[in-house]
């Protein structure tokens, strides 16, 4: 997290290129920086994190066991020393699959994050920067789709155009991005009115250069937190769609698919629904920790929700 | 208010019609039809059940037909479900997934309201991080992982409800508390917020100093605005309430409208897809309508413009 933090830093103050404004950027995300190590639930929930993210990425290569790897002379074994997490029907050992699973759920709540971001900040600027007409007309379709049942077109989505990892990224990013886009308006609004981009405004630069080059840095707080706690909201959309049998198809697997396969068979081998039940939970606690941490270090003001 | 409400009604003409084409158009698209099924049809069969159910004709023309029955809330007739119209189906199941939706709603509320009551009155003591924890833990641990585990102790190890079905009212319990307690956990972050933020204000000094009971202060002054933020979080609540139920239904086996719903977009039952969609959009939007002018008649700062 700290590289993150401090390399967005280091780009902050990239369109003001005053000698001051550099310094004070750097020690607001510093300023941060400290408040944020020293929330406990905070630094445990970016510490889950990091351990969760290494174990996914290294994890696979280091067991002996592939994930699609059957044993039918061992099916439903127990945790034991062979298998830390026991096996599944097929004899496969759950430790691999979970942790595989991890990369593609976290993967895909990391890349349908990036697509509501992407939606959310542009969308948001735009109306925000324009204001007026522009803006009314943008934010009321905002209100509207608020209040659509948008989880029942990801369905729909999913069933017709098969189960695909991109088409379910995309479709839950097209889904998530409103709340983002109301924040990012917000911030804007204010912004517009601040003399430094009056400044830019009189020698000249073009809107988009003021948009993307001078205010979004100046969001970035405002964004990273709404980020963090966007991750959590994309992963359990994932989880729902294949615990429906619409998200990742198998031998792949998800966190979503493993409670789903689990959940059929708790009742004589409930440890194939806790592991993946635990571990899915433990890190939805620490993104939402790790997200109110960051709103409290960042000093973000709560909006309405 | 009543020009407010007309006009929020009128606005949803406009919404409907775009959902109601979108996915009309969407569902046909797609490749696949209602009577490509595993089992081969003669092309003759084929094609006199797709002149019987008017497929034959041009796209433009079914669309204009559907609107033109629609408006006389005729659903047309289920592709799969031979003899049955998608209106009767409708009025079977959806009963059974008010109930289930209002009891846990019901769930919600009351559970919800009475933690965040506790941990605002008794702020920072054991009281109020208990019932935080407790929040927390609901918003971690999705409805598919906690229904299952629900099942596990409660009707498998204990043996006090049946593990599926929806028979007696005793099989109502573990789906709504399911449901229920996880909206439970934002509604008591939420009152727990808003409580603490009016019990600051000079309005409840004055009630306290007239020597009102705590008992009255609490539940009949500060409890109304209080309760401000839940009411304005019930809109999304009750759209994931509903859709939260297609899980649960799963789960449960319960014969309501969601499961159908899933169901019949894996059939592509056009008509049943489009009619359940239309029905939940036009709920989902009524009841959020229903929820903004409660908003405005609880808080006198609002006014309906």
């Not at chain 2, 020009?3 to 949803?12: H, K, M, N, P, V």
């Amino acid at each position: 997290m700290s590289v993150s933090l401090s390399s967005s830093a280091d780009r902050l103050p990239s369109g003001i290129p005053l000698p001051e404004d550099l310094e004070q950027g750097t020690s607001l995300w510093k300023d941060a920086w400290h408040r944020l190590a020293k929330n406990k639930l905070a630094v445990f929930g970016g510490t889950v994190l990091i351990v969760l993210a290494i174990a996914c990425i290294v994890g696979p290569w280091l067991s002996p066991y592939g994930y699609e790897d059957n044993n039918l002379n061992n099916t439903f074994s127990p945790p034991s020393g062979a298998h830390w997490l026991g096996t599944d029907q097929l004899g496969r050992d759950l430790l691999v699959r979970l942790l595989v699973g991890g990369r593609i759920s976290i993967g895909v709540g990391l890349c349908a994050t990036f697509v509501a971001l992407t939606i959310g900040v542009v969308y948001g600027a735009v109306a925000g920067f324009f204001g007026g007409k522009i803006d009314s007309l943008m934010m009321r379709i905002v209100d509207i789709m608020y209040a659509l049942p948008f989880t029942i077109f990801v369905i729909l989505l999913m069933v017709f155009f098969g189960r695909d990892i991109w088409l379910l990224f995309l479709a839950i990013g097209a889904v998530e991005w409103l709340t983002m886009s109301r924040i990012v308006r917000g911030q804007i609004m204010s912004l517009k009115k601040m003399e430094f981009i009056e400044a830019a405004r009189s020698i000249g630069l073009g809107k988009r250069r003021i948009i993307f080059r001078h205010m979004i840095p100046n969001i970035l707080g405002p964004i990273i937190v709404y980020t963090t706690l966007t991750i959590p909201a994309v992963m359990l959309l994932e989880a729902f769609l294949s615990f429906l049998g619409l998200g990742v198809q198998p031998p792949l697997s998800s966190w979503g698919v493993l409670i789903k396969d689990g959940a059929e068979k708790m009742e004589e081998y409930p440890w194939l629904l806790m592991f993946p039940g635990v571990v899915f939970s433990l890190t939805l606690f620490s993104l939402n920790f790790l997200g109110d941490g960051l709103r409290d270090a960042l000093d973000v003001r709560s909006s309405k929700d | 208010m009543f020009r407010f409400i007309a006009r929020r009604l009128l606005e949803t003409i406009p919404v409907l019609l775009i959902i109601i084409t979108a996915t009309f158009f969407m569902i046909r698209f797609v490749p696949g039809g209602p009577f490509t099924s595993e089992k081969a049809v003669s092309p003759e069969i084929k094609a006199n059940l797709e002149a019987h159910y008017g497929l034959d004709k041009p796209l433009y023309q079914q669309y204009f037909d559907y609107l033109g029955s629609l408006m006389k809330g005729d659903l047309g007739p289920s592709f799969k479900y031979p003899n049955r119209t998608v209106n009767e189906i409708i009025a079977d199941k959806l009963p059974v997934s008010l109930e289930l939706g209002l009891t846990s709603l019901a769930v919600a509320l009351v559970f919800g309201i009475t933690l965040g009551v506790i941990a605002a009155i008794k702020r920072n003591t054991w009281l109020d991080y208990v019932s935080s924890s407790i929040a927390m833990t609901g918003i971690c641990i999705p409805t598919f992982v906690l229904g299952p585990i629900l099942v596990l102790v409660f009707a498998i190890h204990l043996g006090w409800f049946n593990a599926s079905g929806w028979y007696t009212s005793y099989d109502r319990v573990l789906p709504a508390a399911t449901l229920g307690l996880v909206y439970s956990a934002y509604v008591a972050r939420l009152t727990r917020g808003g409580m603490l933020e009016i019990l600051n204000q000079d309005y409840i000094r004055t009630a306290r100093a007239k020597g009102a009971s705590e008992f009255r202060v609490i539940f009949r002054h500060a409890l109304k605005g209080g309760l401000l933020p839940v009411v304005s979080f019930l809109g999304p609540a009750i759209a994931g309430i509903l859709t939260g139920s297609f899980v649960i239904e799963t789960i449960f086996q319960i014969p309501g409208l969601g499961r159908e719903f899933v169901n019949s977009a894996f059939n592509r039952d056009y008509t049943l897809v489009l009619g359940t969609v239309i029905l939940y959009a036009s709920l989902i939007i009524v009841l959020n309508l229903v929820v903004d002018v409660v908003q405005v008649w609880l808080n006198p700062k609002l006014k309906f413009d």
